[in-house]
């Protein structure tokens, strides 16, 4: 194959690859279009209705929250909800909010060195304002501290598109625990039980949301992962090949100019 013909090959191959491309970014449009943008849009006038209603009835809800290293809980209670959107007619992003409080700081001692340094990494890592006062010894040696905890914060449930994976990111932080939980949905998993079912965890009567998802969110990942060590391997082998044919080629070229070679 001469250099034209293998230009020519390489054109071809990048048109066919640019036209999947092109293709596939249509069908992720679409799909956007079609259910994912409908589905924020169902889920934000759904959500608004469900934040008037919980601000006017002021129901009780309490959770329960750890907030040191040692499992210490404490009951926060929800209020102040509020629905967003980005847009009404290009929709990316729905949210739901509202604020879990406790009165007081929460204050605790811990009375042994070695969980000092625990517990300020546990509050660190869960973004929790706090203070610490050190007890030391004459030698200034520590010996415990006292901390106080500022458990009050803002629960959060985010609704994303993911227009290129045509799916929907849910994000919540700060509600079943301090920090994010993420999970992964298609657009014809929201459906009236979803939405029910989302109801009831918000309003804490359904601790078993989504742990079905988890799995199937394991699964996925593992799936997507085999399907990638398959398309590397098929590359290698095609590598492979060409390596081969290029080896031949070179060979035969060889091979037709043996009689320069001395004998």
Known sequence: MGVLDDLRQQASEQEAMDEQANSSKANAEEVYRTQTQP????????????????????KEIRATYIVNAEDLGIELLQR???????????????????????????????NEPQKVASNIQFLQNKQLQHQVAERRND??????????????????????????????????INFDEYG???HVLKPESINDDFIDQLDRFIIRE??????????????????????????????????????????????????????????
């Open 180 to 182: 994010p939980i993420s």
């Open 206 to 263: 359904n601790k078993d949301f989504l742990k079905e998802n988890v799995a199937e969110d394991v699964r996925e990942q593992i799936r997507l992962k085999i399907e990638q060590e398959k398309r590397e391997r098929m590359e290698e082998l095609q590598a492979a090949e060409k390596l081969r044919e290029e080896e031949a080629k070179s060979s035969e070229k060889a091979g037709g100019f043996g009689f320069f070679k001395k004998k």
């Open 80 to 110: 102040d909800y509020l629905a967003h959107i980005d847009s009404t007619s290009d929709t990316k992003l729905v949210t739901f909010a509202f604020k879990v409080v406790y009165p007081n700081n929460v204050e605790f001692s811990v």
């Open 139 to 172: 030698k200034g040696q520590l010996q415990g501290a006292r901390f106080a905890v500022k458990a009050s914060t803002v629960a959060k449930f985010s609704f994303e598109a993911d227009i290129e994976n045509s799916t929907i990111k849910l994000t919540y």
């Open 39 to 58: 589905k924020l849009m169902e889920l934000y006038t759904h959500l608004l209705e469900l934040s008037k209603h919980l601000n006017f009835l002021k």
